[in-house]
């Protein structure tokens, strides 16, 4: 595959899981690509003085940071809403990247894996959306 998953996911995966977390590297990797060309935009407008809406701007952004939050909460820690980044299930200390993600690897358990996947792929994709609606702005 076109990606190698980190060190600390020492666990075997189904082909079915494996197709799953290829779908998540692929929905971060093009928001990377808006989010970078958002970047770029953004420095050139500010930059040359052109003038700007950056009300609509900001109001786009907020919702592609939106778009990465577990409305439910993480299992067991309801307060934990971001999907990105979340406190340690056992100790609930230091962070941990795609809890939802990370904590249905270290579970084996698929059905979660396919959730967790499915939601950070949506999720993902709202924020690229928002971001390239921030872009139009600019």
């Known amino acids: 595959p ?6 600390w996911l020492e666990v075997t995966l189904t082909a079915r ?3 799953q977390l290829a779908r998540v590297h ?5 928001l990377g690509e808006t989010s970078t060309a958002f970047a770029k935009r953004r420095d050139a407008r ?7 809406a950056i009300e ?27 999907r990105l980044v979340g406190s ?7 962070a941990v990247r795609l809890p939802g993600l990370t904590e249905a690897l270290a ?15 949506a999720g993902f994709a709202s924020a ?9 702005g600019l």
């Open 2 to 7: 076109d990606h190698e998953y980190p060190s």
């Open 17 to 19: 899981d494996s197709a």
């Open 26 to 30: 692929g929905a971060a990797r093009r």
């Open 46 to 52: 500010l930059s040359s003085g052109a003038p700007r």
């Open 56 to 82: 609509a701007v900001n109001a786009a952004l907020r919702q592609a940071d939106r778009a990465m939050v577990h409305s439910d909460g993480l299992p067991g820690r309801t307060s934990m809403r971001n």
């Open 88 to 94: 340690q299930r056992e100790t609930r200390y230091g």
């Open 107 to 121: 579970d084996r358990d698929s059905r979660r894996l396919e959730q967790e996947s499915e939601a950070l792929v």
């Open 128 to 136: 690229e959306a928002s971001i390239r609606k921030a872009m139009e």
